[in-house]
């Protein structure tokens, strides 16, 4: 899916993406996360990703690699 845009939207706790074909997809930020094992501190760099940096929030979830992301940033904490 080529992706042009996407927002954090606070009132849903979501990211809105917007595609090059006019699709509109909405990922709910709460079932993305819902069976990651997370840390405090990797859990506080996933919010952070979300709301400063949507689209590369958006990627890791779309291709099913959310968990190696969140792996990846508690071994930078090591």
């Known amino acids: 899916m080529n992706m042009i ?3 954090y ?8 993406v917007f595609t090059y074909a006019g699709y509109f997809l ?5 079932k993305a996360e819902e069976g990651l094992k997370t840390t405090p501190c990797s859990e ?20 099913g690699s959310m968990q190696m992301w969140v792996d990846a940033e508690d071994s930078l904490e090591l």
């Open 5 to 7: 845009y996407a927002t």
């Open 9 to 16: 939207n606070i009132r849903h706790n979501s990211i809105d």
């Open 26 to 30: 909405r990922i709910d930020c709460n």
């Open 44 to 63: 506080c760099a996933l919010n952070a990703l979300a709301i400063d940096e949507p689209l590369e929030y958006a990627r890791p979830y779309l291709e």
